[in-house]
């Protein structure tokens, strides 16, 4: 074991890449989550499940999950509490009858239409601070550390 102020092959958590990853995830959006949140009261599975369902079409809870990475639990009680405010309908997959067909209602396309815009200029805001090569490099490697493969 080390002193303290002695070098040390020791774990650095402010430069730990998954740390870094996380904070710069939570901090960058902060201010849209206030809008969602602000606006339709929303929390941040529900805004997944809405964009989803407003960027794809029709899906199951389970397409929903395993697109989004979010565990089915969650997804059920965004769904639910979506359900209830009128944002989305539920209907019987005819080709599985264990699950559900969702889709937006008219009130839960709206939503998305009114939220996309906001995010779509929340991104550009935030991508601003980069040059536009530095942009294009950060989404690229973004991307590649979440592929699963």
């Known amino acids: 074991m080390t002193n303290p102020g002695e070098e040390s092959d020791s774990f650095d958590l402010a430069s730990f890449l998954p740390f ?3 904070q710069a995830a939570e901090e960058a959006s902060l201010a849209f989550q206030n809008v969602y949140k602000g606006r339709y009261g929303m929390l941040r599975t529900e805004w997944r499940v809405l964009s989803h369902l407003g ?6 809870a389970k397409d929903i ?3 989004a990475r ?3 639990t969650k997804i059920s009680r965004a769904v639910r509490r979506l ?6 309908t539920r209907s019987p997959d005819e080709a599985d009858r264990r699950s559900e067909i969702l889709q937006l209602t008219p009130a839960g396309e709206a939503a998305y239409r009114d939220l996309s815009g906001v995010a779509r200029d929340y991104d550009a805001q935030l991508a ?3 040059s536009p090569e530095d942009q294009a490099l950060l989404r690229r490697m973004l ?3 979440a592929d699963r493969g």
């Open 20 to 22: 870094l990853l996380n």
């Open 55 to 60: 960027m794809y079409g029709r899906m199951t």
């Open 65 to 67: 999950g395993d697109r």
């Open 70 to 72: 979010v565990h089915k």
């Open 83 to 88: 359900e209830e405010r009128r944002f989305l």
């Open 128 to 130: 601003a601070r980069f």
């Open 143 to 145: 991307r590649q550390l």
